[in-house]
C-alpha cells in the first residue's frame, strides 16, 4: 500500500515562491519515476516535473528554469521549488509515482500507479 500527501499549496502574489512536498508513506522504496502533475479548472492534467530513480529531472517547458523538483529518498519525500510565480501557474498540483514505468522527458499522467489527492496553488497577479 503506497499513500501520497501533499502539502505546501497557498496562496501568493506574482513573483513569489512556493515549495510543494509530496510525503510517501508505506511502500514507497523502489520507484523508477516520480513527478508532479497540475490541473487547471476546465484543462486536462499536465505534467509540471519528473524525477528518475537516478535523479535525473525533465520539465515541461513552461515551468523550466523556474521550477526545481528533487527527491528525498531519506525523507521518502519530493519536493517542487517554484520561484517567479505566474497567474497561469494556477492549479491543483499532484504528485505521482510508479516502480515500473520508462523515464523519459514527456510524463503521461495514466502512466503512474500512485497519486496524491492534491494541493491548491493559486497566484494573483
Known amino acids: 500500500q503506497v499513500t501520497l500527501v501533499e502539502s505546501g499549496g497557498d496562496s501568493g502574489q506574482a513573483g513569489g515562491s512556493l515549495r510543494l512536498s509530496c510525503a510517501g508513506q508505506?511502500?514507497?522504496?523502489?520507484?523508477?519515476?516520480m513527478a508532479w502533475f497540475r490541473q487547471a479548472p476546465g484543462k486536462e492534467r499536465e505534467q509540471v516535473a519528473g524525477?528518475?530513480?537516478?535523479?535525473?529531472?525533465t520539465y515541461a517547458d513552461s515551468v523550466r528554469a523556474r521550477f526545481t523538483i528533487s527527491h528525498d529518498a531519506a525523507q521518502k519525500t519530493l519536493y517542487l521549488q517554484m520561484n517567479d510565480l505566474k497567474p497561469e501557474d494556477t492549479a491543483t498540483y499532484f504528485c505521482a509515482a510508479d516502480r515500473a514505468m520508462l523515464f523519459r522527458t514527456s510524463l503521461v499522467p495514466a502512466e503512474f500507479q500512485y497519486w496524491g489527492q492534491g494541493t491548491q496553488v493559486t497566484v494573483s497577479s
Open positions: 524525477i528518475n530513480n537516478r535523479g535525473n529531472p
Open positions: 508505506g511502500s514507497i522504496h523502489n520507484m523508477r519515476c
